[in-house]
């Protein structure tokens, strides 16, 4: 199948690094945010998310970082292996939006053995 | 576990011709969306649907209808095909509104429009 994000920025890491992948959002009133996981040829896989009254939140090898003031999430992977090689974007819900998710577009996690 | 399932995965058009991609959810979810997602680009709201019965058109609209008759079944169907509808096509389904809700997505469809 056709790869999606052809002209996404790349960090690329080695193996075993920890990876630290940023996003910017826009809306103030966002209260809630996801990270989601793309692999090439396949769907979205959620990964983590945060709602607005927190600052961190840790899953495994996975942990989201909100900063409010200046409109920043970050989703830092630790311990990267190959297997986290894929397009990484997080989204946004915007309560004034309805049901809509703003979805960025996305970087480009390259592992490197 | 199923999920979010939709069909075709790939499918060429020609310019004019319609299609109608599938797609179909076993969580009994409220609420279902179709995005296309495009190079270098997040994944745009096409239309959305909160029940049987209502859809409403998101961000990109134009060009494609939805129906909702079940719970479980939101298909797209594109009525004339133009090359600016080659995108990747996904399906996703949410349980409620409110936050904290993840959207869980299809595989994908690739379309292409000559």
């Known amino acids: 199948g056709e790869s999606v994000g052809l002209h996404l920025p790349t960090l690329s890491v080695q193996e075993g690094d920890n990876s630290i992948i940023n996003c910017a959002y826009s809306?103030?009133?966002?209260?809630?945010f996801i990270w989601y996981k793309q692999e090439s040829g396949k769907g979205p896989q959620f990964i983590i998310d945060?709602?607005?009254?927190?600052d961190k939140r840790q899953g495994q090898r996975v942990t989201v970082l909100l900063n409010k003031t200046v409109k920043h999430l970050s989703l830092q992977i630790a311990a990267t292996q190959p297997g986290d090689s894929a397009v990484y974007f997080c989204?946004?819900?915007?309560?004034?939006?309805?049901?809509?998710?703003?979805f960025g577009p996305g970087t480009r996690l390259s592992v490197l053995p | 576990n199923a999920g979010v399932t939709q069909t075709p995965k790939f499918r060429i058009l020609k310019i004019g011709q319609s299609m109608t991609l599938q797609c179909t959810q076993d969580?009994?979810?409220?609420?279902m969306y179709w995005y296309r997602q495009d190079p270098g680009m997040g994944l745009k709201l096409i239309y959305y649907?909160?029940?049987?019965?209502?859809?409403d058109k998101g961000e990109v609209p134009n060009g494609y209808n939805v129906s909702r008759s079940t719970t479980e079944d939101f298909p797209l169907r594109l009525e004339l095909a133009a090359p600016s509808q080659t995108s990747v096509y996904f399906c996703?389904?949410?349980?409620?509104?409110?936050?904290?809700?993840?959207?869980?997505f299809g595989e994908g469809s690739w379309l292409t429009v000559v």
């Open positions: 996703a389904s949410s349980e409620t509104r409110g936050s904290g809700n993840t959207i869980y």
């Open positions: 809306n103030s009133a966002s209260d809630y």
């Open positions: 945060i709602r607005s009254n927190m």
């Open positions: 989204a946004e819900k915007r309560d004034n939006y309805g049901q809509n998710f703003v």
């Open positions: 969580m009994n979810h409220n609420y």
């Open positions: 649907s909160v029940g049987a019965g209502i859809t």
